[in-house]
C-alpha cells in the first residue's frame, strides 16, 4: 500500500517566519494530496489540497507544492503566527479512493 | 452547516470487553470513513462505508467492524478489547461521489478509548 514519510518531526520557528513541511509518498498511482491541521484535543482540520494535475496551489498563507516526478509535496506557511502552532499531517490517497494514508506528522511551534 | 459529530467523546472499557462508536456525517455527505489514531502507528485507516456498503478496508483484524445506516450515520464497533486497541478513533465524512469535492474528507473530534 501507500506509504507517506513525513519530515522534520518538530519545527521550531519565531512568528513572521515561514515553515515548510515535506512529504514524500511511494505509489505513483496516487492523486490527491491533502494537509491537516491538528490542534489538541480536536480531529484533524483540513487546510488545503492538492491533485496531481496541478503543480502548486495557495491559499492566503498557505501554499502546497507538487513534485509528481520526485514524488514530493510540501506545505509552506508564510508569515507564521502563535496560532500556526499545531501539528500538520500530509497524506496521499490513489485515485477515487477514500482510504488516506497519512505521514507521521511534524510538530509546528511558532515562537512569539 | 453543521461538522462530523462523533459519540460519545471518552469511554474507558476493560480488557475483553466490546465497545460501540458513533459517527453522524455532515448533511449530504453519503461516505464515512474511520481511522484510528496512536502516538506510535499515527493514523491508520480502518474502514469506509458508502450507501451503506463497506467500501473499502484497512488491515485491521475482524474484531473491527462497522456499518452505515440509510441517512448515513455509521457505527463501528471493536470486539474482545486489548489493551492495545486504546486509541483516538476518528471518523471523516466526504460526498463521495465522482466529482472535485468527493475526495475531501473532514474529520471528526474523535472518541478517546481508553482499555484497562
Known amino acids: 500500500g501507500e506509504n507517506v514519510e513525513q519530515h522534520p518531526s518538530t519545527l521550531s520557528v519565531q512568528e513572521g517566519d515561514s515553515a515548510v513541511i515535506k512529504c514524500t509518498y511511494s505509489d505513483s498511482a496516487s492523486n490527491y494530496f491533502p494537509w491537516y491541521k491538528q490542534e489538541l484535543g480536536k480531529g484533524p482540520q483540513l487546510i488545503i489540497d492538492?491533485?496531481?494535475?496541478?503543480g502548486e496551489k495557495k491559499d492566503q498563507r498557505i501554499a502546497v507544492t507538487l513534485n509528481k516526478t520526485a514524488k514530493h509535496f510540501s506545505l509552506h506557511i508564510t508569515e507564521t503566527q502563535p496560532e500556526d502552532s499545531a501539528v500538520y499531517f500530509c497524506?496521499?490517497?490513489?485515485?477515487?479512493?477514500?482510504?488516506?494514508?497519512f505521514g507521521k506528522g511534524n510538530q509546528v511551534v511558532v515562537i512569539p | 452547516k453543521a461538522g462530523v459529530t462523533q459519540t460519545p467523546r471518552y469511554l474507558i472499557k476493560t480488557r475483553g470487553q466490546q465497545v460501540t462508536l458513533s459517527c453522524s456525517p455532515i448533511s449530504g455527505h453519503r461516505s464515512v470513513s474511520w481511522y484510528q489514531q496512536t502516538p506510535g502507528q499515527g493514523l491508520q485507516f480502518l474502514f469506509e462505508?458508502?450507501?451503506?456498503?463497506?467500501?473499502n478496508k484497512g488491515n485491521f483484524p475482524g474484531r473491527f467492524s462497522g456499518r452505515q445506516f440509510s441517512n448515513s450515520r455509521s457505527e463501528m464497533n471493536v470486539s474482545t478489547l486489548e489493551l492495545g486497541d486504546s486509541a483516538l478513533y476518528l471518523c471523516?465524512?466526504?460526498?463521495?461521489?465522482?466529482?472535485?469535492?468527493?475526495?475531501?474528507?473532514?474529520f471528526g473530534p474523535g472518541t478517546r478509548l481508553t482499555v484497562t
Open positions: 492538492i491533485r496531481s494535475n496541478v
Open positions: 471523516a465524512s466526504s460526498l463521495g461521489r465522482s466529482g472535485r469535492a468527493s475526495y475531501e474528507q473532514y
Open positions: 497524506a496521499a490517497s490513489i485515485n477515487e479512493n477514500n482510504r488516506l494514508a
Open positions: 462505508y458508502f450507501s451503506e456498503t463497506q467500501r
